[in-house]
T-cell receptor, first 119, second 111 residues
Framework: GAVVSQHPSRVICKSGTSVKIECRSLDFQATTMFWYRQFPKQSLMLMATSNEGSKATYEQGVEKDKFLINHASLTLSTLTVTSAHPEDSSFYIC???????????????FGDGTRLSIL | GNSVTQMEGPVTLSEEAFLTINCTYTATGYPSLFWYVQYPGEGLQLLLKATKADDKGSNKGFEATYRKETTSFHLEKGSVQVSDSAVYFCARLQGAQKLVFGQGTRLTINP
């Protein structure tokens, strides 16, 4: 089945550091990738949607300059948390969705998430 | 609005018990509906889905029926196992690709 790899799985860093999280689709071309944030014992909140080769679409309330998203290829999207602070600590999850020649509704495949802890 | 409401957890059951996790949605039209499962420290895995009214999704002994009359998509399993312990998320499709998730229900199965 479709596999999405997310790296790193866990990162701990000091306040003020910028952190990059990678999301790769391993066996399919991901025309669309999604970035979610999950607070402890809560649901996933969509942060942004990115289509390969174009700018990401951010959800209301998500700072574009804080959470930089790049989707430069059909198999890789990155989320960079710039100048991270303790309130940015969270579980970040990416998902990827492919496409078919005939179109249709392709499911999202999720990575295993990245636990970010800012000290 | 467009939302998904799940049964509040946590839910604790004994092995081989019957499971029901309720999920209702609000939407215009008939969106695709999903159940995802999240094991500790991992991302989400698609458990099952239904794309139109009266469809039944099933996988690994879990079932959910898309009921438009009650706008519900309740998850059921006849006999749960310890390995089913996880957080379960109900979700609906909004538009062509955006997923809207419920708040999640933590399930613990005791041997």
């Amino acid at each position: 089945g479709a596999v999405v790899s997310q790296h790193p799985s866990r990162v701990i860093c000091k306040s003020g550091t910028s952190v990059k999280i990678e999301c790769r689709s391993l066996d399919f071309q991901a025309t669309t990738m999604f970035w979610y944030r999950q607070f402890p014992k809560q649901s996933l909140m969509l942060m942004a949607t990115s289509n390969e080769g174009s700018k990401a679409t951010y959800e209301q309330g998500v700072e574009k300059d804080k959470f930089l998203i790049n989707h430069a290829s059909l198999t890789l999207s990155t989320l960079t948390v710039t100048s991270a602070h303790p309130e940015d600590s969270s579980f970040y999850i990416c998902s990827a969705r492919g496409s078919t020649v005939l179109g249709g509704n392709q499911p999202q495949h999720f990575g295993d998430g990245t636990r970010l802890s800012i000290l | 609005g467009n939302s998904v409401t799940q049964m509040e957890g946590p839910v604790t059951l004994s092995e081989e018990a019957f499971l029901t996790i309720n999920c209702t949605y609000t939407a215009t039209g008939y969106p695709s509906l999903f159940w995802y499962v999240q094991y500790p420290g991992e991302g989400l895995q698609l458990l099952l889905k239904a794309t139109k009214a009266d469809d039944k999704g099933s996988n690994k002994g879990f079932e959910a029926t898309y009921r438009k009359e009650t706008t519900s998509f309740h998850l059921e399993k006849g006999s749960v196992q310890v390995s089913d312990s996880a957080v379960y998320f109900c979700a609906r499709l909004q538009g062509a690709q955006k997923l809207v998730f419920g708040q999640g229900t933590r399930l613990t199965i005791n041997p």
